[in-house]
Each structure stands twice: as structure tokens, then as C-alpha cells.
């Protein structure tokens, strides 16, 4: 069974574009699990069917502990089962899903498998996530050199649009709790990596995404959370003297910002408040 799992934030109408790109034939092995992170937005439940689960969070959970609520779900249900995590302002290029069947009868070692992600100019978005230890460097990079490529390894992939093999997993996999949006998918990737999964990026199957379509609403707040995961995981997965110099550089920039584009330079010296203080409170 292919679960996908999406979480909702006022984005019916994207998650109506992303339903209406998979394959609706009837007795298909395909779920679409939403996890509602707006519990005053009723319009969601329209989307309600036989193939079409939708679970209501309490409050807005942020990105990955909502995820974990839907992956809980799943794994109680299936823990063999194929998860394809995808934004909801994101959706498939094809609806073949066995595609995705076959890639991982043939590549089982893969634990977590990013997709290559399009924008609608058909432009590559992702296409493997990098990190360098040494420097800090979280970037992204098309790996990609050869159209016949199944897979290329790579440090982590973006949580926009990647697929867990929950079978190479003794327990469900889940987000870090602490992230509330951004660097939760780097995190998750590293964690799993450390344990000895594999991950990897495919360009066999993908999806087409809007680039921060939602989030680029709420700007302040956009980059308060990612200046605060980005901080994380600097001090998780880097020595002292990188992230020391990587938030020197990150404070430098963000009091320059604040007299040109303020609400980005308050929102990276929130974030970093934001660290310290959870930091302190630890």
C-alpha cells in the first residue's frame, strides 16, 4: 500500500490540485492521509472519501510533528507500507505509481528516497541535498549526470516530496519534535543516516512545486522558524567553531537586513532568541 501524507494549513485548494493528480481508479492501493493543522478550516473535509483519511490536530503541530501523527497512524495500520510525504502545494508529474512499486522491489535498500522536485517552469528545484561537517554548508545540488540514473546517494532530501520505506524500519520513523517547520527533513535525514540508512534522490518519479506558495504569507514567521531549525541543527551536526562562525555571519547579516528588509531581519533575530532561549531551557 502507497500512503500519501500531507498535512493542511488553509490549503484545500492545493490539496484538491494534489488529489486530483493521483490515480482515483477503485480498488487501487492508495491512501491520502491529511493531517489538518487548521481546526477551524471545515472546507477540508470536502475532500473526504473512501480513499481520503483525514486527521485533526488540535492546534497547528508545524510541519514534522504533524507528519508524526500521520506516519503513528500509518504504521499502526501497515508498517510494510510505502509513505510519500509531499507539501500541499505540491503534486505528482505522473500518476503511474508503479513506478514507485518497482523502484523499491528492485532497490530495497533504500530506506528514504527523495524525488526530484520540478517548478512549474519546469525548472529543477531539488534534485539531492549536500552537507559539508566541516563548513556547515547545508545547500542543495542536482546530482544528477545521466538520464539513466535509478538513484544517486546524498545527504538529505527535502521534506516537499520524499518516500519512506517504513519495512527497513524496526519502529515508525519520526520527525524530531523540537523542529516546527524547516531543517526537520535535513534532521530526520541525518538521524536515520547516523543509524545506518540509506538515503537517497531519484529522478525516476517527481513532482511539481510552487515554491513557498504558503509560507511566503507569513514572512516574519517563515524565517523566525527557519533561522531557529537552521541554528539546531548547526549545533547537532557541526563542531563549536562552525557554529560559532555561522551565527556570527547570521547576526552580522540579519541587524543589515533589519533597515532593508525588516521583517527578514527581525524574523533571523527572533530565531536566534528563539534557540537560545530553548537552548536555556533545556
Known amino acids: 500500500m502507497i500512503y500519501f501524507l500531507t498535512v493542511n494549513y488553509y490549503s484545500t485548494n492545493l490539496i484538491a490540485k494534489l488529489i486530483s493528480s493521483l490515480p482515483r481508479e477503485k480498488n487501487l492501493d492508495l491512501k491520502v492521509i491529511i493531517i489538518n493543522n487548521s481546526s477551524d478550516d471545515n472546507s477540508i473535509a470536502s475532500l473526504k472519501d473512501e480513499n481520503v483519511i483525514i486527521l485533526n490536530a488540535a492546534k497547528n503541530l508545524g510541519f514534522g510533528n504533524a507528519c508524526n501523527l500521520g506516519l503513528k497512524f500509518i504504521y499502526a495500520k501497515d508498517p510494510q507500507a510505502i509513505v510519500w510525504i509531499i507539501n500541499p502545494d505540491a503534486y505528482l508529474i505522473e500518476s503511474d505509481l508503479n513506478k514507485v512499486k518497482n523502484f523499491f522491489q528492485f532497490h530495497p535498500e533504500i530506506s528514504i ?89 531519484t529522478q525516476k518519479f517527481g513532482v511539481i512545486h510552487q515554491p513557498s506558495s504558503i509560507t511566503n504569507k507569513y514572512v516574519f514567521r517563515k524565517i523566525k522558524n527557519s533561522t531557529y531549525g537552521y541554528l539546531l541543527s548547526l549545533d547537532r551536526y557541526t563542531n563549536r567553531l562552525v557554529f560559532s562562525l555561522r551565527l556570527i555571519r547570521l547576526v552580522f547579516y540579519a541587524l543589515v537586513l533589519i533597515f532593508i528588509k525588516p521583517q527578514i531581519g527581525l524574523g533571523k533575530i527572533y530565531g536566534v532568541f528563539l534557540y537560545w532561549w530553548k537552548r536555556g531551557n533545556q
Open 113 to 201: 528516497l527523495g524525488t526530484i522536485v520540478h517548478t512549474p517552469a519546469d525548472k529543477v528545484w531539488f534534485a539531492g541535498g549536500y552537507f559539508n561537517v566541516k563548513t556547515g554548508e547545508i545547500s542543495t545540488l542536482n546530482l544528477f549526470t545521466e538520464q539513466n540514473q535509478d538513484y544517486i546517494k546524498c545527504d538529505w532530501v527535502t521534506g516537499c516530496s520524499f518516500i519512506i520505506n517504513l519495512s527497513n524500519f524496526g519502529e515508525c520513523p519520526l520527525f524530531d519534535p523540537a523542529y516546527f517547520l524547516y531543517y526537520e527533513d535535513f534532521d530526520f535525514c541525518q538521524r536515520y543516516a547516523q543509524q545506518g540508512h540509506l538515503i537517497a534522490v
